[in-house]
């Protein structure tokens, strides 16, 4: 009952390297998103997919691209990383029905120097 | 998009003590759900209480949806319910959890 699975675990890596965070869901799940959590505060959206074959912007989607590979699985690429992009990044899945509970992955800590 | 103010920031407690975490909302949501942060960085679910009154063990919730505001009790805590509890929220149909800041619980021996 794995639910969402996230890889890497951790990650560190140099000023303008680029990276893909990976993400799977088993729940059979519409919607995917991608969120990040700064020290001290909450989780911010990045880009979500409500469906399989669409992608939108969230709160802070600069420096960031996705794709929804297929119903399972989004991943998050990071195409020239940035000190500013340090951070834990968390994927999250839900129904996509209205109203219905989100559920998350152990998420990525990822450091750039 | 909706504001999320969570109180207190920082709470201590001695183990065996209970405590009352509190959520207030900008605008309305109908989506709302509670999240334990434990040690570790996992985030765990507690609950999804867009209205009402749940109860899970020694944790509870309470949601009034037309004051926009929620209550997480936690009831004889335990040095394990250490951690961060955050409360999210969004409108109907909406796809964006707006989360707030947290509440950093430490129950001490």
């Known amino acids: 009952n794995a639910g969402v699975t996230q890889t890497p675990k951790f990650q560190v890596l140099k000023t303008g390297q680029s990276m893909t965070l990976q993400c799977a869901q088993d729940?059979?799940?519409?919607?995917m998103y991608w969120y990040r959590q700064d020290p001290g505060m909450g989780l911010r959206l990045i880009y979500y997919?409500?469906?399989?074959?669409?992608?939108d912007k969230g709160e802070v989607p600069n420096g960031y691209n996705v794709s929804r590979l297929n119903k399972r699985e989004f991943s998050l690429r990071l195409e020239s990383a940035a000190p500013s992009q340090t951070s834990v990044y968390f994927c999250a899945s839900r129904t996509g029905l209205l109203n219905t509970e989100a559920f998350f992955g152990q998420g990525t800590r990822l450091t750039v120097v | 998009g909706i504001q999320v103010e969570q109180s207190p920031p920082d709470l201590i407690l001695q183990e065996g003590a209970n405590s009352t975490l509190r959520c207030n909302f900008s605008?309305?949501?109908?989506?709302l759900q509670w999240f334990h942060q434990n040690p570790w960085g996992q985030l765990i679910n507690l609950f999804y209480i867009p209205s009402g009154t749940k109860q899970n063990g020694r944790l509870s919730a309470t949601t009034v949806a037309t004051e926009r505001y929620s209550l997480l009790y936690i009831s004889s805590s335990q040095t394990t319910d250490s951690g961060v509890y955050f409360c999210a929220g969004a409108q109907t149909g909406a796809n964006n959890l707006f989360f707030g800041t947290g509440t950093r619980l430490t129950v001490i021996p």
């Open positions: 997919s409500a469906s399989e074959g669409t992608t």
């Open positions: 605008d309305s949501v109908n989506n």
């Open positions: 729940m059979n799940h519409n919607s």
